[in-house]
């Protein structure tokens, strides 16, 4: 089951553990029960302190709890976590057997003040890439409060248990059998969702922070970039950003960073935050801007959703954009039930079903191409032609179970009983209406910036995007701006960072030319 690679590593992890831990499976006759079973075996053969017992009584089969034997088990998966959710199994041994987490005192010390009885159930598929960010936390919290359960459960192993309960999209939380969270969240994000009143406390704590130099309000590849050539002149660096990493967060595979071959979306994010932790940035994660001032003596203040007012002689706008919505009839009541934005992610959950693709660009066709290999049909919907690479273009055009028609004007998502059915759009030549019956909609479109929060403050292109000079120097003095928000031409990452440290450096210009501001 496991490689000898892969055992090697996994031994010298399980040298780490403190305390004895217990792994308890629930097996049936299946097939997967068997690989379970082996590989549960070959782990408890790699230390003297993980036993392995079969004799489980779970009603989802096969699973296999987590926990120190005499206690009872806080952590269970139901299903093989392997893939992107094998780091999730790791993390979760080390934990219970009381290996230290990376994580910050304060928090770990809000988790183990959360009162009442938390049981958390996510859902999951082996090929998202942003589930295991939300396994790998409520499992965190498992460990370390006991009135918290988790249950990690592969969609695509207990199928009828997804179609009873609606999931149409991963990762998809129910805490207490109760609808919790879609999509990919943070340790904090869940934290602050349980704890109320944290939103206030942390609202406190950053309007008496003292005035920065430079404010980024933005944390992707441009946020960061910016932020770390500020730090390195010694200025007074603050980076607020609803979540650090940005869009960047939810891509997959990355070939066209230079020097680096390939990585992904969340190695990259996790790289440049650390980088920027080490230059000693003051970071606020889970921060939405909400409005922007320059007062008359050249201080800035960006007031924050949650109530906080930060202060700065100079900031740094980064704040990316996101994807476009098709704005027709059932997108939004359908979102999670079958409307989706992330193939990847969620096209496991409609296996040997009919989906359609809308979009004619790289990201439109590269879904259709990845869809092709899980999904019964693909029709692939383009309002004019296909722009997308000639190779993927190609590759398109050999996949058998993939039809493309251009031309089209999107005009509704249907559905039935809480998902969707159909798609109707219209042909653009002559207007005549067509509906075609699929069972998810993926929509590729392009991106919007995320600038709704500066309109009348700040001058913008006619797209939403922030209007810059070639300093990176917006409408508003000592106001700077970079990255997909922009004017600036091509998203690309590498273009963003380079445009972050452009504008922090025109930002330092700008300090060192200016006179002090006092608040």
């Known amino acids: 089951m496991l490689d000898d690679t892969i055992k090697t590593q996994l031994k010298a992890y399980l040298e780490r553990l403190q305390r004895p831990i217990e792994l308890v499976a629930s097996l049936d006759d299946s097939d997967r029960s068997v690989e379970m079973r082996t590989m549960l075996d070959e782990i408890g053969a790699l230390s003297e302190r993980v036993a392995v017992r079969h004799d489980g009584a779970d009603a989802r089969r096969p699973s296999f709890t987590v926990g120190c034997p ?41 988790i183990q003040a959360l009162t009442g009885e938390f049981h958390f159930e996510t859902f999951i598929s082996l090929s998202c890439h942003n589930c295991p960010d939300v396994v790998q936390a409520l499992n965190l919290m498992a460990v370390l409060n006991p009135g918290i359960r988790h249950d990690m459960i592969d969609g695509a192993l207990f199928r009828a248990e997804v179609d009873e309960r609606r ?3 991963v990762p998809t939380v129910f805490l207490n059998g109760q609808p919790f969270g879609q999509g990919r969240m943070s340790l904090e994000e ?43 002149k010694g200025l007074r660096t603050g980076v607020v950003a609803e979540r650090f990493g940005g869009q960047v967060l939810e891509t997959q595979a990355i070939e066209n960073f230079i020097s680096v071959k390939e990585t992904d979306g969340q190695k990259l994010a996790a790289g ?15 921060q939405q801007a909400k409005s922007l001032t320059v007062r008359d003596n050249g201080l800035a203040e960006i007031h924050l959703a949650g109530g906080g007012v930060l202060k700065s002689r100079s900031v740094v706008i980064s704040t990316g954009a996101r994807w476009c919505e098709m704005n027709v009839p059932g997108e939004k009541e359908y ?17 040997g079903k009919r ?51 251009t031309g089209v004007q999107i005009e509704e998502v249907t559905g039935d009983h809480g998902k969707v059915n159909g798609l109707v759009y219209s042909d653009r030549a002559d207007g005549e209406k067509h509906r075609i019956d699929v069972a998810g909609v993926f929509v590729q479109i392009g991106l919007l910036p995320n600038t709704d929060w500066l309109k009348g403050t700040l001058a913008l292109s006619k797209n939403g995007e922030i209007e810059i000079d070639a300093k990176g120097q917006t409408s508003l003095p000592g106001v700077f701006a970079a990255g997909d928000c922009t004017t600036v031409p091509f998203k690309q990452i590498v273009i963003a960072i380079g ?15 200016s006179p002090a501001a006092t608040a």
């Open 499 to 513: 445009e972050g440290a452009k504008a922090s450096l025109a930002a330092f210009d700008h300090l060192i030319r």
């Open 190 to 232: 869940i934290i602050a969702k349980l704890d109320t009143g944290a939103a206030a406390r942390e609202a406190e704590k950053i309007s008496a922070k003292e005035t920065f130099d430079v404010l980024v309000v933005g944390g992707g590849p441009a946020g960061a970039s910016a932020a770390i050539y500020a730090a390195r």
């Open 335 to 351: 979102r999670g039930h079958g409307v989706a934005y992330c193939p990847h992610c969620d096209g496991p959950l409609f296996k």
């Open 272 to 286: 440049l935050e650390q980088h920027v932790r080490d230059y000693g940035v003051d970071i606020m994660n889970l």
């Open 70 to 110: 005499g206690d009872t088990a806080r952590i269970r998966f139901a299903g093989l976590p392997m893939g992107h959710e094998f780091t999730s199994l790791v993390l979760a041994l080390l934990q219970t057997g009381g290996h230290p987490p990376k994580v910050e005192k304060s928090v770990i010390e809000q």
């Open 355 to 405: 989906v359609a693709v809308v979009g004619g660009g790289n990201s439109g066709v590269e879904a259709a191409i990845d869809l092709a290999g899980v999904v019964g049909h693909v029709t692939l919907l383009v309002r004019s032609k296909l722009r997308a690479d000639a190779v993927l273009c190609e590759r398109l055009a050999e996949l058998p179970n993939v039809e493309v028609i």
């Open 167 to 169: 999931i149409m999209a």
